[in-house]
Nanobody, 121 residues
Framework: QVQLVESGGGLVQSGGSLRLSCAAS????????MAWYRQAPGNQRELVAL???????NYADSVKGRFTISRDNAKKTVYLQMNSLKPEDTAVYYC???????????????WGQGTQVTVSS
């Protein structure tokens, strides 16, 4: 079965840094876009950053210049380097990936379980 497993979340002071990782496993033939989303209590899930299979990136305005998304296709892993963290970055962070599975002809979206990031003032 397909799994996306996040790691690297935790508690950090304002101005600090964290690096999130998300590894995909299963009978995966190819991977399309990979992305990070976040959801704060009472809010809807929002897109933070995405990266294409060829390395093109896009960021939410609120994190530009502070966050960097990257991927390692050989390891089937996407990363999010978060610097200069602010209390408003506090949320559960979820990874998302478009995956083509063995014996399937189309890409489908898959989600990780989420990892908590808390930034104290």
């Amino acid at each position: 079965q397909v799994q996306l497993v996040e790691s690297g979340g935790g508690l950090v002071q304002s101005g600090g840094s964290l690096r999130l990782s998300c590894a995909a496993s299963g009978s995966i033939v190819s991977i399309g876009v990979m992305a990070w989303y976040r959801q704060a209590p009472g809010n809807q899930r929002e897109l933070v950053a995405l990266i294409s299979s060829e390395g093109s990136t896009n960021y939410a305005d609120s994190v530009k210049g502070r966050f960097t998304i990257s991927r390692d296709n050989a390891k089937k892993t996407v990363y999010l380097q978060m610097n200069s963290l602010k209390p408003e970055d506090t949320a559960v962070y979820y990874c998302n990936a478009q995956l083509r599975l063995l014996y399937r002809r189309t890409l489908s979206d898959y989600w990780g379980q989420g990892t908590q990031v808390t930034v104290s003032s």
